[in-house]
């Protein structure tokens, strides 16, 4: 059984389950589960809004070999060429590099190179697009081939391994850290984003995209911000609760509709230790 958390002292005691599922939703990759039954659902607090998946399936080999084959397929560098050839008006990527570098640009000091660690890089197309832009981009992915891939195709640094269980005194300074789609994957949200404090550089910050359940829950359970790969789902408020709870203080956040259709938080964080005393 998962037990995913936002480390929230209600302890789930307000929360009540509201969405059910006993097959996948149309449009859900069909991981491999064996012979365990397809069971699942959502619990919905009712303080904050935030989602919090239950099942029981063992998902523990999700990530090592099935969710990156049944989500890219073999060819990494096929599905990387058909994102990048998307008009822009298409790309939720091209946003988002958009953001990134508008924001970058208000709050970074405009006389050096940036640096980048996007972490749980996938495809790459995001430091792809930051390394077109001018910046030094590292990427850091648990995945052997995403790694291969983000060095001989990308054209970034790459760095294998988990962030949540990686030694972050040995991997350098950046300038942004970034976790696209990556937080609401894992059971403790809040112990893997605290882990970005260490490696910030003093003026930096941290990007965040996140499943938005509050505007897709309007439109039924089938969404694919509810697909199973989602331990957890989120609201506006818990947002703000993930982002305190690991120590970081809410620069600006954003309601978003991709052009894929996805509902999506995003928010830009800098650690409260950097922020100026007062006296
Ligand atoms: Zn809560």
Redesign the pocket.
Known sequence: MTRPT?R?P?DLS?CQAVFHYDAPPPGEVRFDIGEQTYRRSYLR?A??S?WFSQNSLDLSHLYERTYVDTTYGNNFRETFERILALPPERSDNAARVARVLAFARSYLASDKTPTLLDIGSGLGVFPYRMKEAGWMCTVLDPDARAVRHAERVVGVNALIGDFLTIDTGGIGLFDVISFNKVLEHVVDPVGMLEKAVAPLSREGFVYIELPDGEVASCHGSNREEFFIEHHHVFSIA?LS?LIERAGFLMLQAQRLHEPSGKFTLCAFLAPKSTMPATS
């Open positions: 936002l929230c209600c307000h607090c303080l904050c935030h818990s609760l």
